[in-house]
């Protein structure tokens, strides 16, 4: 069935470092892409997000890049800073047919001060 | 604060018990998700609801069951509980069923399964 990959599990960055966390789709369908960080016991929310007719796309200190050939997509994170510490979900949805919204397992980012 | 309220913020029931959860999407959003996050797990779909009527479905097992009322407010009515189902239960809401828009989710209810 369809389902998102994403790596590493863990991640430890000194800060001022950069982080970068990948996702891989399997549903060639997939259009929408959103990240989302989730800080010990509270809410997923989201960060960025990106459609399929964008290769790349920056926010600040975060941006995520798509490769739809390879149906990869990542989270690059520079100049990590101790509050940016929380679990980041990617996520892969399309809509076409059945609706579906599948997150990757997640990745648990340390920044070490 | 996303928007989304979730009640009761915490649960604590038995084995075999039936509880039900509440969420109140964003004002303006017709479309409410449910999530179920176990200890140091993903994130698993539940159920869509969208204006009132189920839209999508995923790994709900049979003991639960959601409905969205016309006020746009949803429930989730767990029963016949069992120790495996104490878990983070999220309700998300967006403003179009599509899913690719963005969901915001409400602070969660944290069940407890004794």
């Known amino acids: 069935g369809e389902n998102v990959e994403q790596h590493p599990s863990t991640l430890s960055v000194q800060e001022g470092d950069s982080a970068v966390i990948k996702c891989t789709y399997s549903?060639?369908?997939?259009?929408?892409f959103p990240w989302y960080k989730q800080e010990l016991g509270k809410r997923p929310q989201l960060i960025i997000d990106i459609r399929s007719n964008v290769g790349e796309k920056k926010d600040q200190r975060i941006a995520v890049t798509l490769n739809k050939t390879a149906k990869h997509f990542s989270l690059h994170i520079t100049e990590t800073q101790p509050e940016d510490s929380a679990v980041y979900f990617c996520a892969a949805s399309k809509s076409s047919g059945t609706y579906k919204y599948i997150f990757g397992t997640g990745t648990r980012l340390k920044v070490l001060a | 604060d996303s928007g989304v309220t979730q009640t009761p913020k915490h649960l604590i029931t038995a084995t075999g018990q039936r509880v039900t959860l509440r969420c109140s999407p964003r004002?303006?959003?017709?479309?409410v998700y449910w999530y179920q996050q176990s200890l140091d797990q993903g994130l698993q779909f539940l159920i869509q609801y969208y204006n009132g009527e189920e839209r999508a479905k995923g790994n709900i097992l049979e003991r639960f069951s959601a409905q969205q009322f016309p006020d746009l407010h949803s429930e989730l009515n767990l029963s016949s509980l069992e120790l495996g189902d104490s878990a983070l239960y999220f309700c998300?809401?967006?403003?179009?069923?599509?899913?690719?828009?963005?969901?915001?989710f409400g602070p969660g209810t944290r069940l407890t399964v004794l």
């Open positions: 549903d060639s369908a997939s259009n929408y």
């Open positions: 004002s303006g959003d017709l479309s």
């Open positions: 998300a809401s967006s403003v179009v069923p599509g899913f690719t828009d963005t969901q915001y």
